[in-house]
C-alpha cells in the first residue's frame, strides 16, 4: 500500500508528465557546515553525521528507499459535472489540476471551484505514481549539468545560437513579472544564460526568506537525491 507522497509546484508537475523531471532534491534540516557525512546504516535505513566539533554521531531516518512508490501532492480542486443523457445522466466529482491549467480543453468547467494547496491532497485525488531509483546525500551545489536538466531546466533558443536556460517558459515569464524591479529588459533578455543560474534561482525561489542563509543555494546545505521514474498505477 502505498502511504509516502512528495509535493511537487505545477511546473515541476509538467516536467514530470514531459518526463524531463527524474530527480529532486530536498533539504537535508538541522545539517549545517558544523556537521560532515559519514555515510548510510543500511541495515537500519539510517543516514549518519558527525558534529566536527565533538564529533558526535547523528542519526537521521532516510525518507525514501530504493524501491518505493511514492504519490505525488500537486495544487488541485474538486468540481461536480453532469454526465450521461436522460435518465441515465448523474453528477459526477471530477479532479482537475492546476499544472494543466493551461493545456485543458475546456476552460470555463476547469476554473469552477477554487484552487487548494497540495499539502492538504488526498491520496485518492492523485494522479502521478513514482518508484524511486536510488536516494544519495550531496551538497547541493555538487551538480553536473545533466543533474540540472534531471531537475526539470529546459534549454531554449529563438535562432540556434544564442541558448537560454530555465524551469519552463511560464514559470520563467511569472516570476520575472513577479522580480520586475531586479531586470531591465524583457523576460527573454534576463532568461538565464547557464542551467546553473536556472536552477539556482527555482531553488531560492521555494526558499522563505528567513532560511534563505541556511538553506539557500549559496549556503549550500546538504540534500537528500531522489532519483525516480512515473508509473502508470499504483503498486
Known amino acids: 500500500m502505498v502511504t509516502k507522497n512528495i509535493l511537487f509546484s505545477p511546473e515541476m508537475v509538467r516536467a514530470i508528465l514531459d518526463d524531463r523531471k527524474t530527480t529532486a532534491r530536498i533539504i537535508i534540516k538541522h545539517i549545517d557546515n558544523n556537521y560532515i557525512y559519514l555515510g548510510s546504516d543500511k541495515q537500519n535505513i539510517n543516514v549518519g553525521f558527525a558534529r566536527k566539533t565533538t564529533g558526535l554521531p547523528l542519526k537521521i531516518k532516510i525518507p525514501y528507499k530504493p ?73 547541493l551545489k555538487d551538480m553536473t549539468e545533466e543533474d540540472y536538466y534531471n531537475e526539470g531546466i529546459v534549454k531554449m533558443t529563438k535562432d540556434g545560437t544564442i541558448y537560454k536556460y530555465c524551469p519552463g517558459e511560464e514559470w520563467w515569464e511569472t516570476y520575472h513579472s513577479e522580480h520586475k524591479s ?27 526568506k528567513a532560511d534563505i542563509d541556511e538553506y539557500g543555494w549559496d549556503a549550500n546545505p546538504y540534500v537528500w537525491v531522489i532519483n525516480f521514474k512515473m508509473t502508470n498505477k499504483e503498486l
Request: hydrophobic share 30%; charged share 30%; proline share 4%.
Open 67 to 139: 524501491g518505493d512508490t511514492i504519490y505525488v501532492r500537486e495544487i488541485w480542486k474538486q468540481y461536480e459535472k453532469r454526465v450521461g443523457t436522460g435518465e441515465q445522466c448523474y453528477v459526477k466529482k471530477f479532479y482537475g489540476y492546476k499544472a494543466d491549467e493551461h493545456n485543458h480543453n475546456n476552460p470555463s468547467e476547469f476554473y469552477e471551484g477554487k484552487w487548494k494547496s497540495g499539502v492538504c491532497m488526498p491520496k485518492e485525488a492523485a494522479r502521478l505514481f513514482l518508484i524511486v531509483e536510488s536516494v544519495n546525500i550531496k551538497r
Open 182 to 208: 531586479q531586470y531591465k529588459g524583457t523576460s527573454w533578455q534576463n532568461m538565464p544564460r547557464t542551467p546553473e543560474e536556472a536552477f539556482k534561482i527555482l531553488w531560492n525561489s521555494k526558499i522563505k
